[in-house]
């Protein structure tokens, strides 16, 4: 188990998975995630959250060793998805005494997930602002709807003032990983739960009436100190607001034209002074990365061929993620690739048409094959425009 030290009271159980390929199927994680879950020791004991089904024996034996053999009093169920619920059936058969602690929504959801037996006269049902006593300690409820599901609640410790947050202020990463906090947050934030922004602000601003000592998320670190500085990039984040100044250059290239065209209108923003610019090749580099890029820096310019009368796919999906997650509160630039019916402009602005608050660059610049004496004008156009 990673040594993390809570307090004397509240216990870390939770377990690193660093064999997972992809994350939810779909992020990769090249450190791995951990699984987060503690429990509670006082006159009751109470886990808060189980672990994915695939770190069952270290998450089982790490409950057992903090239990040191007493028994679970209650389950506290903030998230039903499963790399949070994937023991709960387990547990329950284990404790048949234990009570399950959730609210409407959780346990409507794990009828669906699974068949508990006599399920009804063991939930313990909560709504917003609803205590339980576990002796010294009290735990609060506050519900976080689409945090990142409909279910998501978190919990305060009225005694040690820690928040249990559920996926908020979670990160990619194994907990022995040694990496800088927001790059792996920033990503997992944008990507998982970014299209929720509002949700997120609302449990912010419940947050804020609390004094917390200490947020403790299902995944990655347990902050402790300069809880300020987590909070401020969560409210930067949720509120569509860039972070940085900056020019992301997300191209989608085939032969490499499009690709060459993007290296050089990046050169031509960093000349023109750009703060900070990236230039990402959308067939090649992680996706997500690239999407937590275009919500870290107020500019994007999206480059792309032309395909099948449209866009070539992966500018396609790169702007369907960002539609998704509600990509807003920016200025863009829009850069064509077509040899003899350029279309991939079209494509790209019926998207950023459909951004909120989003300015579109001018000129819209059309490369024929490859950059010319023209074109090359043009990026030269677009550059002074996105750096002015
Ligand atoms: Fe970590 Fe939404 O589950």
Redesign the pocket.
């Known amino acids: 188990m990673a040594d993390v030290k809570i307090s004397d009271d509240i216990i870390y159980i939770g377990a690193d998975d660093k064999d997972i390929d992809l994350f939810?199927s779909q992020y990769v994680v090249p450190n791995g995630i951990s699984?987060n879950s503690y429990v509670i020791l006082d006159e009751k004991t109470c886990v808060m959250d189980t672990a994915d089904s695939r770190v069952t024996d270290k998450w089982l034996a790490n409950l057992e060793k903090a239990l040191n053999g007493r028994s679970v009093d209650y389950l506290v169920v903030q998230?039903m998805?499963?790399?949070?619920s994937g023991n709960i059936a387990l547990l329950a058969e284990k404790y048949p005494d234990m009570k399950i602690v959730g609210n409407a929504k959780t346990f409507t959801m794990m009828k669906q997930f699974f068949t508990l037996k006599d399920l009804d006269s063991r939930t313990v049902t909560v709504k917003e602002g609803d205590t339980l006593s576990l002796g010294r300690h009290t735990l609060r409820f506050i519900m976080a709807p689409m945090?990142?599901?409909p279910e998501?609640m978190v919990t305060y410790e009225e005694s040690e003032k820690v928040l249990f947050s559920?996926?908020a202020f979670?990160k990619f990463g194994a907990l022995d990983t040694d990496e800088d906090w927001a790059c792996e947050a920033r990503r997992y934030y944008f990507n998982?739960?970014g299209k929720y922004g509002v949700q997120v602000q609302s449990l912010l601003k419940k947050a804020a009436a609390l004094e917390i000592n200490m947020i403790l998320p299902?995944?990655g670190p347990i902050l402790k100190e300069d809880l300020g500085y987590y909070i401020g990039l969560y409210d930067t984040w949720s509120s569509y607001r860039p972070e940085s100044k900056g020019v992301l250059v997300a191209y989608a290239s085939i032969h490499g034209n499009t690709a060459a065209a993007a290296k050089k209108l990046g050169e031509m923003l960093e000349k023109n002074g750009a703060e900070k610019v990236v230039v990402s090749d959308l067939s090649r580099e992680d996706m997500a990365e690239v999407i937590e890029d275009a919500f870290r820096y107020d500019r994007t310019v999206f480059m792309s061929a032309s395909y099948d009368g449209g866009v070539f796919p992966v500018m396609e999906d790169f702007l369907m993620h960002l539609k998704a997650k509600n990509y807003q509160n920016r200025k863009v630039a829009i850069v064509e690739n077509g040899s003899w019916a350029p279309t991939a402009a079209k494509v790209m602005k019926t998207y950023v048409e459909g951004f909120k608050n989003v300015t579109l660059a001018e000129p819209i610049v059309t490369i024929r094959s490859a950059l010319n004496e023209q074109s090359e004008k043009g990026l030269e156009e677009l550059a002074a425009e996105m750096t002015k």
Do not use: M, R, S, T
């Open positions: 939810e699984y998230h998805e499963p790399d949070h945090i990142h599901w998501v559920a996926d979670g998982i739960v299902l995944h």
